[in-house]
């Protein structure tokens, strides 16, 4: 069974530029979790969707961040634009969403913005 | 708000020594408690979990004890091999896993 899959897995870009970061979670895995991790630290949520609904965002800073998942498959987190605090990997989990706990996390994308 | 507070940050043993690492967290509704472990690279994978009704729970080299009362939960690891030098994260979580707190992380060295 394939994991979750990230893409890309680094990205350089200067700041006030756009950037996208895709996810495609676990076959069948309702939940979705974008996640923030800073260098020697845990990861922070961002956003939480179940099926195409986002249902948990009080923490994605929606002023500069968005996120869908159009078709409650994969999805889309997007930057716009781009400050040099937001350099940092950007993970994303998902789990079955019934009655289940564990997260499988994807290997993440690296952002740095200069 | 809820935190999880997770001790040592970074912990060297030789190889073949235990090493244990601790946690403990603020809401009391928090009822699963999962450890990760995150190798260079690579996304966080899960290596054990513990819900709220279980006291101790074990996978080979591997324990997880819970004292709910306190509010902690501790991460046994036995027999330590140099494959197991890399960054462990405790969480926890409640309402169904859904709103999951993780520790700051401890990077744990095993040298030969």
């Known amino acids: 069974e394939a994991g979750v899959v990230q893409s890309p897995r680094y990205k350089i870009i200067e700041k006030k530029q756009p950037v996208a970061f895709w996810c495609n979670p676990i076959?069948?895995?309702?939940?979705l979790y974008w996640y923030l991790q800073n260098l020697g630290q845990g990861p922070e949520l961002l956003i939480r969707?179940?099926?195409?609904?986002?249902?948990?965002d009080s923490q994605l800073p929606k002023d500069r961040f968005s996120a869908e998942r159009l078709k409650g498959v994969d999805s889309t987190l997007k930057i716009q634009p781009a400050e040099l605090g937001d350099s940092a990997v950007y993970l994303c989990?998902?789990?079955?969403?019934?009655?289940?706990?564990?997260?499988?996390f994807g290997p993440g994308t690296r952002l740095t913005v200069l | 708000g809820e935190n999880v507070e997770q001790h040592p940050s970074t912990l060297s043993v030789q190889e073949g020594d235990s090493a244990v690492i601790k946690c403990t967290y603020s809401?009391?509704?928090?009822?699963?408690f999962p450890w990760y472990k995150q190798e260079l690279g690579k996304g966080p994978q899960l290596i054990i979990d513990i819900r709220s009704n279980v006291g101790e729970k074990k996978d080979q080299r591997i324990a997880v004890t819970l004292n709910k009362t306190a509010k902690h939960f501790s991460l046994h690891i036995t027999e330590t091999q140099p494959e197991d030098s890399a960054v462990y994260f405790c969480a926890a979580s409640s309402t169904g896993g859904f709103k999951t707190i993780f520790g700051a992380g401890t990077r744990l060295f095993v040298k030969a």
């Open positions: 989990a998902s789990s079955s969403g019934v009655g289940t706990d564990t997260q499988y």
């Open positions: 969707y179940e099926n195409e609904e986002a249902v948990d």
């Open positions: 076959s069948g895995h309702n939940t």
């Open positions: 809401d009391s509704a928090s009822n699963y």
